[in-house]
């Protein structure tokens, strides 16, 4: 039973069961029933009855009985109408301040939002994407939420500041009422660009979308992993979309440098916010986040022998960064300086194969194939023939898109990994590495004759005893279709596809680059 003594300040309750009683010499002459709770009152010793005409109508309907029990069961109070009388209060803030009803109805909410989930009674009208409701459903610990995002961003901050002050809740629930708000206030920028008129948004909506955005980045508890690294992208893409300043910028970005490993591919898969961009995808935006989760990772000492999780760190990144080049590159409209820049950002112990950049490359040069030749020397320098495995050097062989010094290079690796197989001194790779050495000084004719006198040398030279270790082996035409049997030895393996030709394969390519270029010139 609970106890209190009006007047006194503040209350005593002393709680036994679901009943309150005010300390009297008299006994209760009136019992009023709410929910689960029954307060046992007097109608005249105190001015409750008569200063409230709802309880003069109820008692008058029972002055035959000399104790009269009401029922209230829906009085207006709770998690809900706390929010619904806060909002009011901005139609006259100064006298609420004044009142003190705005700092009473912060602290019901915020004691509210303390209470342990198994005592709160919840109305199940969870709305949040991906939730099912259940019989007997648990309540979730973030059920009070939604209902604060519906506040303004000032009374949103001031019962974040308050909540934060208690530290009972993790910085986790902290984080994800500042990600639920971002999503009812915050405009989308992950379904589509931007429109090109400047009018879509107002400058009075753009600057509360930055007083917005910058507030709930101010408020991310320093906590890793408060708030997951795809919002922290997305808050980046917001910000450049409404103008944020540079400092929240750099905040945004150095906290998703910090978590950038954890991100997946659809969460950098942002579209552009600057119309003066052709190409859609947002790759300066993951250029950025890169660099700042670089500058971190060469700080920690990755030479080190004991910092082996640093390697699997940039390597996970490798791959990441690699999967999301192969999506962009689809853009007709990407700047081959922005792929570039990005993929030969990382450092090499990113990448235990090239393949993922090899696969990036050949869809950027399948999607591009007006690109010159320099430009596609630029964009396959990156390549480590020797980091290729057999499926993608088999396809690259045979891959017209490859520029002819690419082609060579992939052969003589072949060969040099068939020279290992049978004990021969693989003498062709030094002289390939000579003759790409001399194409990069050269003029353009001079390369083409270097490059047909180097190959016509070596197939007088060596090229011959070569060729027998080549042609016990077939190539492949193409990647999904090759078989990956590691069991056979590469040297028997037997197949029906055709073989491999060097000196074939670089003279068609030769006739081919000058045909290419003939077209070109005309």
Known sequence: ??????????????????TRTVISDIPSDLTIRINNICYLLHKLQFPLVPTCGLLQRLCSDSEDSDIVIIDLHDIP?????SIVTLQTTIKLPEWSENLGIIRRCID???????TPPAKVSWSYTYTRPGYVKKQHQTVPKDWWTEDISDLDIDLFRCIITAVRSTYMLPPQLVGEALHVYACRWLPDTTKSRPPQSSGSLTEESMEKSRRILEFIVSMIPADRGSVSVGFLLRLLSIANYVGASPVTKTELIRRAGLQFEEATVGDMLLPSQLSSDQHYYDIDLVSAVLESYLVLWRRQNPASAENSHLLRSIRKIGKLIDSYLQVVARDVNMPISKLVYVADALPDSARGDHDGLYKAINIYLKEHPDLSKAEKK?????LDCQKLSPEIRAHAVKNERLPLRTVVQVLFFEQESGSRATGHKPELISKARQTQATEEEGDKPQQEARRKNTV???????????MKSLEGKGVRGDIGEA???????????ANSASK????????????SDQGHDKGRER
């Open 456 to 466: 016509t040398e070596s197939s007088e030279s060596e090229h011959h005893e070569k």
């Open 108 to 114: 019901s909410i915020v004691e509210k939002i303390l």
């Open 1 to 18: 039973m609970k106890f209190m003594k009006i007047g006194t300040k503040p209350d005593t309750f002393y709680t036994e069961e679901a």
């Open 500 to 511: 491999v030709d060097p000196k074939k394969i670089v003279q068609r390519r030769s006739r």
């Open 483 to 493: 078989e990956s049997e590691k069991g056979k030895e590469r040297r028997g393996e």
């Open 77 to 81: 109070g709770g998690w809900k109408d």
């Open 378 to 382: 630029s964009l396959c320098r990156m």
